[in-house]
């Protein structure tokens, strides 16, 4: 069974960072694409990062210099490290696997959701002062 499960969430202060990691099972993981999301209260998800099995990566173009993706196909883990953290990054942050090959990017740079079709549960990211 394909399963996503989501953690390394928390609160923070601006300027602070926090490392998401996502554990996948049942999966291909090496083959697959992988991306991170997030959606904040009344706002559409949003693609913030893809890594690839090839390991090319993609960026939102807000989080690019701030934010990075890697992943670690012998443990079949995905993680976002996020640094200087903004007001305007907190959302519940999401991982998702792109079961196809190849990857899009939306206009802003981050992975397009349609293109995932297994998410995790979500992991809440609170940036305030």
């Known amino acids: 069974q394909e399963e996503l499960v989501d953690s390394g969430g928390g609160s923070v202060q601006p300027g602070g960072s926090l490392r998401l990691s996502c554990d996948a099972s049942?999966?291909?993981?090496?083959?697959?694409?992988m991306g991170w999301f997030r959606q904040a209260p009344g706002q559409e998800r949003e693609g913030v990062a893809l890594?690839?099995?090839?390991?090319?990566?993609r960026y939102a173009a807000s989080v690019i210099g701030r934010f990075t993706i890697s992943r670690d196909n012998n443990e079949n883990t995905v993680s976002l490290k996020m640094n200087n953290l903004k007001l305007e990054d907190t959302a519940i942050y999401y991982c998702?696997?792109?079961?196809?090959?190849?990857?899009?990017?939306?206009?802003?740079?981050?992975?397009?959701?349609?293109?995932?079709?297994?998410w995790g549960q979500g992991t809440q990211v609170t940036v305030s002062s």
């Open positions: 890594i690839a099995g090839s390991n090319t990566k």
């Open positions: 049942g999966y291909r993981f090496s083959v697959y694409c």
């Open positions: 998702a696997a792109d079961t196809r090959l190849g990857f899009q990017q939306t206009s802003a740079g981050g992975p397009v959701a349609a293109d995932y079709s297994n």
